[in-house]
């Protein structure tokens, strides 16, 4: 081993959020990045369409970049690729399902140029200065893979998204005699999912959705059944698709990112639909309600997808009523709770009956609970760990789980976003920090940064005042009233306030006049500052405030 030999890893997103994942490996020189997600955004980002990682440090160095290898095809791991691969453009190496889902995100993007690098399960090969091995984990979307990057200093594991499904749908299970294996060899540095570190005992195994699946269709046989989910979990879209044609009924599918990843995930053979079981959405009217499966999108609530189009009745050719029942086979991502309930209310509100996880286990998490973490940690028995993908308590629940298994605590660090280790034969310590901030993006305005977005939540909280008047400058006096009036806040005492600001800003134009300034952008501040002062003050409201001041 060069004694010299380091490693250094820097944090770009995931940790301290569920989202936006992406981290950088740098040795000898060269760069690999893994993963590059996105993550949405809550409901008080207004206007804002996705949160992104901040590229800067790796836009800085791109001439050292050698590529970017996914573990998996969600969002929060892909989503953010086409602006990253803007400006580094650099192969991009993952699984035949992973690239195709975050190859698809990018033709519509309308990126080109790119090299895209397909991977097999157990491959091993040259990425940069890495051998780079891609071991098969089972988790929420198929062809899921822990990284495991060789150095000199030993292996270092990046577990991926992943759960010990022991009953996989498609029997692709954990490589687990690997694991054990490189644990053997020797593992210098394990960076390994926490996103449920506090739940303990197993996550149920995905086929157990497929049963309680099967008594919700088999206790509704008059019904038609509609099933949300995430368009990328091709085993939860097997599983429904079995009960649903077992019971005789054709399918039906909606929502484009269904359609889309229904048709590459057919194409690749991973999911099994015959062709005369499925019938288009615009002829499920031809069939009883007990002869149809809808499998649609928007399990989350989002607005735009098809459940909530359902659940409002903005479909054209589909109402759903008495007749149907909806299942959610899905948990709420924090953050969407609400938008959740509110398809739910609409879908009572049409008399639709609703399922969901709270009633039916219709729903399995793709993410290894503490009972899994052991095993894992087991199999591997790193020297030095890093919890990742995970808000802050979670990555803390996950490094004491591995103190707890005798780690020593100087070699378990819990980093967040920016956060950069750097790993040596000595051990792992922080080495420093880069930006890492969000970046957030307007589907309209483009790209948007944090002073836009305050200003949109104080004009949501406390609407704006607009003020404006005119000065003559050698006679040093207004000359043109000062104008207030206000939109979005004030309703009943308007009269009142707007009085109060007029007065004060008058005051203190006035006051400026007689010392001397004439400048209309001095003058301007002058006067926000007094209604800004004013409004904070004694009315408590801190709007955004527009003023214009006008020397002639
Ligand atoms: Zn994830
Ligand atoms: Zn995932």
Redesign the pocket.
């Known amino acids: 081993m060069a004694k010299s030999d380091v490693v250094r890893v820097t944090f770009l997103g995931g940790l301290g959020e569920i989202g936006r994942n992406c981290l950088a490996l740098e040795y000898r020189g060269r760069i690999v990045v893994v993963d590059a997600g996105l993550m949405f955004p809550e409901p008080d980002m207004y206007g804002v369409d996705l949160i992104l990682p901040d590229f800067r440090w790796l836009v800085e160095r791109r001439d050292r970049v050698d590529a970017v290898v996914l573990t ?1 095809g ?1 969002e ?2 892909t989503g953010s690729l086409r602006y990253l691969l803007q400006d580094v453009n650099v192969p991009v190496y993952g699984s035949a399902l992973t690239l195709g889902f975050a190859r698809h995100r990018l033709t519509e993007a309308k990126v080109a140029g790119l090299e895209f690098i397909e991977v097999e399960d157990h491959e091993r090969r040259r990425i940069g200065p890495f051998e780079v091995e891609f071991l098969p984990v089972t ?3 198929p062809s899921a893979h822990s990284l495991v990057f060789h150095t000199e200093l030993g292996a270092i594991v990046h577990s991926g ?1 992943f759960k010990l499904d022991q009953n996989p749908i498609d029997d692709r299970r954990t490589d687990l005699a690997r694991l054990a294996a490189l644990g053997d060899e020797g593992v210098a540095l394990l960076l390994a999912d926490s996103t449920n570190a506090e739940e303990p005992g197993f996550t149920p195994s995905e086929s157990s959705v497929g049963v309680a699946l099967r008594r919700v269709f088999l206790e509704r046989p008059e019904r038609r059944m509609v099933v949300a989910c995430f368009a990328s979990h091709v085993h939860r879209i097997q599983q429904i698709a079995d009960v649903a044609v077992a019971q005789g009924r054709k399918i039906a599918l909606m929502g484009r990112s269904m359609e889309a990843n229904v048709k590459l995930a057919r194409k690749l053979g991973l999911l099994h639909i015959e062709p005369a079981d499925l019938v288009d959405i615009e002829n499920i009217s031809r069939y009883q309600p007990g002869e149809i499966c809808v499998i649609c999108t928007g399990a989350q609530g989002e607005p735009l997808a098809a459940l909530s189009k359902l659940a409002r009745g903005d479909h054209k050719s589909f109402e759903v009523g008495e007749k149907d029942t909806v299942v959610l086979s899905s948990h709420p991502i924090p953050g969407n709770e609400w938008s959740v309930g509110r398809v739910i209310d609409d879908l009572h509100r049409a008399g639709t009956e609703v399922i969901d996880s709270s009633r039916e286990p219709v729903h399995a998490s ?1 993410h290894a609970r503490q009972g899994e973490l052991r095993t894992y940690h087991q199999l591997l028995r790193p020297r030095n760990f890093v919890p990742v993908h995970g808000e802050y308590r979670h990555m803390v629940h996950h490094a004491r789980l591995a103190e707890g298994m005798g780690l020593d605590p100087r070699h378990v660090i819990v980093c967040e976003d920016g956060d950069q280790i750097e790993l040596s034969a000595a051990g792992i310590r922080r080495c420093g920090q880069v930006p890492a901030g969000f970046h957030y993006i307007d589907g309209t305005a483009g790209d948007l940064d944090e002073r836009p977005l305050e200003e949109r939540r104080m004009l949501a909280e406390f609407g704006v005042v607009l003020i404006s008047a005119g000065v003559h400058a050698e006679r040093g006096e207004i000359s043109q009233a000062v104008r207030v009036s206000t939109r979005g806040w004030f309703e009943g005492d308007d009269h009142q306030v707007v009085t109060h600001i007029t007065e004060t800003v008058r005051e203190a134009l006035d006051e400026a006049l007689r010392d001397g300034v004439r400048d209309d952008g001095a003058l301007s501040k002058v006067a926000q500052r007094a209604a800004g002062r004013l409004l904070g003050q004694r009315y408590r409201r801190q709007p955004v405030l527009l003023v214009s001041v006008a020397v002639i």
Do not use: F, K, P
């Open positions: 998996h969600h929060d791991h988790h929420s979307v998204d793709g």
